[in-house]
T-cell receptor, first 115, second 112 residues
Framework: NAGVTQTPKFQVLKTGQSMTLQCAQD?????MSWYRQDPGMGLRLIHY???????DQGEVPNGYNVSRSTTEDFPLRLLSAAPSQTSVYFC??????????????FGPGTRLTVL | KQEVTQIPAALSVPEGENLVLNCSFT??????LQWFRQDPGKGLTSLLL?????REQTSGRLNASLDKSSGRSTLYIAASQPGDSATYLC???????????FGKGTTLSVSS
């Protein structure tokens, strides 16, 4: 198994540009989520999904969209990038539909800089 | 609102020492607590998961304990090695089971 994969590893955007961060898992996990990690802030949840076709907002959802058309993929879209979205983005997944019973598996992260 | 605090923020020890990392949380109504390791520029790797009904979990040189009533967990690392150098993160699940609430981590440096 490849586990949780994320692309790209690094990205530089200009303010106002849009892009999609890709996340895929090959473990048939139901639960997938996106976190951002900022210095001094810890990891914060952006969006999550408990299965194909089901998504919901986390703690910091503004400026981000998600969709879950398949079990394997959970892309994160930035509609109009802002400097405040400069961060490291992590995708995570777990077998069960909730985060409170299973080990969470994290991807390697995408480091995004918005100029 | 659940808050997770990790003390100390950074720790430096010589190789071979036993050490303890601390994690505290404000709401004792948790479902589980997980300890993760993060190497510089890398993702998070789960080390130990303790269910709310458990008191401790062990994996190799690592032992994690959980005291829900006092809102505390400790990660004990025995006979530390330079390869243990990393940031250790503690996280608890929110009541809905939809997210993990993370502490800011303890950065450990083990010198040879």
């Amino acid at each position: 198994n490849a586990g949780v994969t994320q692309t790209p590893k690094f990205q530089v955007l200009k303010t106002g540009q849009s892009m999609t961060l890709q996340c895929a898992q090959d473990m048939n996990h139901e639960y997938m989520s996106w976190y951002r990690q900022d210095p001094g802030m810890g990891l914060r949840l952006i969006h999550y999904s408990v299965g194909a076709g089901i998504t919901d907002q986390g703690e910091v959802p503004n400026g981000y969209n998600v969709s879950r058309s398949t079990t394997e993929d959970f892309p994160l879209r930035l509609l109009s990038a802002a400097p405040s979205q400069t961060s490291v983005y992590f995708c995570a997944s777990s077998y069960s539909k909730t985060s409170n019973t299973d080990t969470q598996y994290f991807g390697p992260g995408t480091r995004l800089t918005v100029l | 609102k659940q808050e997770v605090t990790q003390i100390p923020a950074a720790l430096s020890v010589p190789e071979g020492e036993n050490l303890v990392l601390n994690c505290s949380f404000t709401d004792s109504a948790i479902y589980n607590l997980q300890w993760f390791r993060q190497d510089p520029g890398k993702g998070l790797t789960s080390l130990l998961l303790i269910q709310s009904s458990q008191r401790e979990q062990t994996s190799g040189r690592l032992n994690a304990s959980l005291d829900k009533s006092s809102g505390r967990s400790t990660l004990y690392i025995a006979a530390s090695q330079p390869g243990d150098s990393a940031t250790y993160l503690c996280a608890v699940s929110n009541q809905a089971g939809t997210a993990l609430i993370f502490g800011k981590g303890t950065t450990l440096s083990v010198s040879s």
